[in-house]
């Protein structure tokens, strides 16, 4: 199968630690390997963001990266990116008509946007994930929240005219039901894990200065809920607090959350570590005694798996896809988002009992291997191609059923 991905701001090739870049870039990168791996061609449209990219690419694992140029050539905050995304859809319709992949997914609402207007001119199957949606985002951040206004409108019209929504959890396909009334046809695939590198063997980075380590990993961003960890940890005697994620330079985030660890008392136990290379995080996860996910909501949340992967017990917040991923009393706990009391009594049950973080890292593995490996989300995702495609008469069935029908005569 021929596979174009759309992915505006979050390219494959980007380095994690940034604005905007996260657990999406990952998804792409790991998704397309994957698919190249069951022997599918893909191709991942981004958006360009230096001038010193070339117009495409061969990345070492197999897929192609394409550079569109809409707007200029240099980062921009992805809530920036909106008045460009005419300019990339017409882009990427000369794209699709010089080179026309089977089907067309897209990855986060603009780039469903540029999909959908572009695809329907040439009758190309579309499919769309979202990973974040802007009702939550607006519902969580209020007006802190810097999205275009015009993204939950977009998103409840393209939630009932894209062929086909491959949600990344059960949450949010409750989410879009409450969105759109004709909600299209709906599949679910997680995201995945690389088991491979993320494994229970292997070093474990040998920085600890405490008897316990919890381990907090994501951009410096509030929603992260970095700060109830932080609000917590005078609750968890002879603890360290690892932050992880936070990229070069000064960082407002950086400075409040240090400041905040000041006022609860415990400066000298929280540590903002530079930026760690994603090469080193699994040594990283393994270092921690606890993984903690605290954010206010999170579309899927990759870091619970990797950390399950790594034969680590988990504490996270009961929102998003970590319901889906994180089984309390079998892999860790799930407490409320914002609420200190419960993330404290959780994270503080579980580090006192060494045998039951044992017992629910090995869960976890088991669990990361047998449902979250990136080829099983592939062979998922696949099916989801595949029933897009059964569904309309793309111009590839159309061909074959004329062959067949020559071919009776």
């Given at each position: 199968m021929k596979i174009t991905f759309v992915s505006e701001h979050?390219?494959?090739?980007?380095?994690?630690g940034g604005v905007d870049a996260g657990g999406q870039n990952v998804h792409v990168a790991e998704l397309a390997k994957a698919l190249v791996g069951l022997g599918h061609e893909v191709t991942v449209i981004t958006r360009r963001d230096d001038r010193a990219l070339p117009p495409a690419l061969v990345t070492s694992d197999g897929y192609r990266v394409i550079h569109l140029t809409a707007g200029p050539p240099e980062p921009l905050p992805k809530d920036d990116l909106w008045p460009h995304m005419p300019a990339f859809s017409d882009q990427l319709l000369a794209q699709l008509k010089a080179d026309r992949p089977d089907v067309v997914h897209a990855h986060f609402w603009m780039s469903g946007w540029a999909m959908h207007r572009a695809a329907r001119a040439v009758a190309i199957p579309t499919v769309l994930t979202f990973h974040a949606l802007g009702s939550v985002k607006r519902r969580q951040q209020g007006a802190a929240d810097t999205s275009p206004r015009d993204?939950?409108?977009?998103?409840?019209?393209?939630a009932?005219?894209?062929?086909?929504i491959i949600a990344t959890c059960t949450d949010e396909?409750?989410?879009?039901?409450r969105l759109s009334k004709t909600l299209t046809a709906t599949s679910v695939v997680p995201c995945g894990v690389d088991v491979d590198r993320f494994s229970p063997t292997g070093p474990a980075r040998g920085d600890r200065r405490s008897r316990h380590r919890l381990l907090v990993v994501g951009r410096l961003v509030p929603r992260k809920g970095f700060a109830t960890a932080i609000e917590a940890l005078p609750h968890?005697?002879?603890?360290?607090?690892?932050?992880?994620?936070?990229?070069?330079?000064?960082?407002?985030?950086?400075?409040?959350?240090l400041a905040l660890a000041g006022i609860c008392g415990v400066a000298d136990r929280v540590r903002v570590l530079p930026q760690v290379p994603r090469a080193e995080m699994p040594s990283l996860l393994r270092s921690a005694d606890l993984v903690a996910c605290p954010a206010w909501y999170e579309p899927f949340g990759i870091v619970p798996l990797e950390a399950m992967a790594c034969g680590r017990a988990v504490v996270a917040s009961a929102v998003g896809g970590m319901l889906d991923t994180v089984v309390p009393d079998h892999t860790g706990s799930l407490v409320p988002p914002r609420d200190?009391?419960?993330?404290?009594?959780?994270?503080?049950?579980l580090l006192r009992q060494p045998e039951l973080r044992l017992r629910y890292g090995r869960n976890g593995v088991e669990r990361a291997r047998t449902r979250f490996s990136w080829p099983s989300v592939a062979v998922r995702t696949v099916e989801a191609y595949e029933r897009t495609l059964a569904g309309r008469p793309t111009r590839l069935r159309t061909k074959a059923a004329r062959l067949a029908a020559a071919g009776s005569r």
């Open positions: 979050a390219s494959p090739l980007a380095a994690l993204r939950i409108a977009v998103e409840t019209t393209l009932a005219s894209v062929d086909r396909v409750a989410e879009l039901t968890l005697p002879d603890t360290e607090l690892a932050i992880a994620g936070g990229a070069a330079g000064p960082d407002p985030e950086r400075e409040r959350l200190t009391d419960a993330f404290a009594d959780a994270t503080s049950q």
